[in-house]
């Protein structure tokens, strides 16, 4: 039985989301949480702000990390997951890097960078929630469509849509290399508890698709109708194509 949570909308959506990640901190202080960047889970990072400023909540031993990091840009450049996740929140919960646990964005070895990331996560007792965000192609961090289910953290290619936004905002050559360092699907199906954010019309054929589709690499989302413990929490523009089946 899937675990599918309709927001009503928008704004009802963030505020969701916002408790997942409050009540995982008041219900276990001491936790590992995973989140995503992109459009999605952005007002939500605000409302948890705006509580935290309002109702101060003990943030003195939870570790963040996001599922993934651009690879082969400063962290200068505003779209690098470090940077956003400490404008968005890390700074405002007060949370230092020694309990934000990011690879570096410019390596002249990424796998090691992969290898310690992992590491770090499984030396802290892995993950307790990991958030993620739906691509419209189905991936997941990372993550497109062909990655083997059993894939560890790894550089993986960006999809096409998002590596050209990103090269015209940064203006690098054609030929710069560019990726993503992703947790992978296997390290991601080993979070205790994960919580699948879609919304926006968008989003619709894809959440359809993860849900109702089969469970296959060339919907890397697909794979998430087999963790034991996975709520997708979609907003109702998102969840138009399978209203009927809820
Ligand atoms: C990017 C990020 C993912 C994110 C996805 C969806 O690919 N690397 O982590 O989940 O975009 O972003 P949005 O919420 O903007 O649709």
């Not at 087999?226 to 998102?238: G, K, M, V």
Request: glycine share 6%.
């Amino acid at each position: 039985m899937l675990n599918i949570t309709v927001a009503e909308n928008e704004a009802e959506f963030d505020r969701l989301m916002a408790w997942r990640i409050i009540g995982q901190i008041l219900h276990s202080p001491r936790c590992v949480i995973g989140l995503s960047t992109g459009f999605t889970p952005a007002n939500t990072y605000q409302i948890i702000c705006d509580i935290y400023k309002r109702y101060p909540f003990d943030t003195s031993q939870v570790i963040l990390f996001n599922v993934d990091e651009l690879t082969n840009l400063p962290r200068s450049y505003a779209g690098c997951c470090y940077t956003m996740i400490r404008d968005q929140l890390a700074d405002a919960l007060q949370i230092p890097d020694e309990r934000f646990i990011m690879p570096p964005t410019m390596s002249d070895d990424f796998e090691r960078e992969c290898r310690d990331f992992q590491k770090a996560l499984e030396a802290k007792g892995g993950i307790d929630l990991q958030i993620l965000g739906l691509g419209a192609n189905g991936h997941i961090g990372i993550n497109q469509p062909g990655t083997a289910f059993a894939s560890e953290t790894w550089v993986s290619p960006m999809d096409e849509i998002f590596e050209a936004r990103v090269r015209r905002e940064t203006g690098v050559a054609e030929d710069y290399p560019l990726g993503g360092l992703t947790l992978g699907i296997r390290t991601i199906m080993h979070s205790r508890k994960i919580v699948l954010i879609a919304k926006g019309e968008s989003k619709a054929e894809m959440v359809e698709k993860m849900l109702y589709g089969p469970v296959t690499e060339d919907v890397p989302a697909s794979v998430l109708q087999l963790h034991p413990n996975c709520e997708f929490l979609i907003d109702s523009a998102a969840a138009a194509k399978i209203k009927e089946r809820i």
